[in-house]
């Protein structure tokens, strides 16, 4: 009776002992599990002690850390982010905007967007950097100036947006107006007075054509009048230049010949009371 009373207290050290062996293992996997931290390919670790924000940051991979410290892991990577806005152009048109931005933090400072934004740096900051830009930027142009100068409206709103979210540690990459339209009574004038401009242009086309067409018909009659005056000069020319070279040709031999070679043998004729006048035949 006394061996078997003695037995049991031993069973019961052993039980103890196996129990604080695993609630030893247990707790230094737990401190190991918590002295790492793996920052994922793309994200940058914030760490913090006790809520404090420290002075540096984990790339990515596996690092060891205090148990007591926490990694926030920050996203690096190039975000792309779409915003539906509602602007208003300088001559008060309403202008609805589709805007994209491609974005990313600046990894240096990646404890200092976290210790003055927090991990929501895109609602708290970003969102009213892009409202504001845009609409800005937007009332400096007329309702027209908007669809003409559209690629400048894009730079100008850009480089504004550029300039505020440097403020806050984020770089703009890219951005981009996917879409702008207005109101229908807005759309409609534009339409109006488009087809009125291409009426007007149209009308002035034909008005230019039908000048040029009578100016060409006018210079065709000047052409021809003048070329007629040109062969009337030019036939009154050759009949002078005729009428030079027979009066050239007659001489008195000719004129001799001619008498001779036309008269009949009889002396001439003798007309009138006073003898003025000869007849004498030539033929």
Known sequence: MQATYEARPVKKRGKGKFFIIIAVVILLAIIISASIAMVPTGHTGVVTTFGSVEDYTLDSGVHLKLPWQKV?????????????????????????????????????????????????YYDTVIIPCITEATKVVTAKYSAEALVSDRTDLAAGIEKLLASKLSEFNVELVSTSIENMAFTDAFTNAVEEKQVAQQNKLRAETEAQRKKIEADAAAEVKRIEARGEADAEIIKAEAEAEANRKIAESITDGVLKNKFLQNWDGQLPQVTGSNGSLVNIPLG
Do not use: H, P, W
């Open 72 to 120: 926030i892991m920050m996203d690096n990577r190039i975000q792309k982010q779409t915003v539906d806005l509602s602007c208003f152009s300088s001559d008060i048109q309403e202008v609805s905007m589709t805007y994209t931005v491609n974005y990313q933090i600046n990894k240096a400072n990646a404890q200092e967007i976290y210790k003055t934004i927090g991990i929501n």
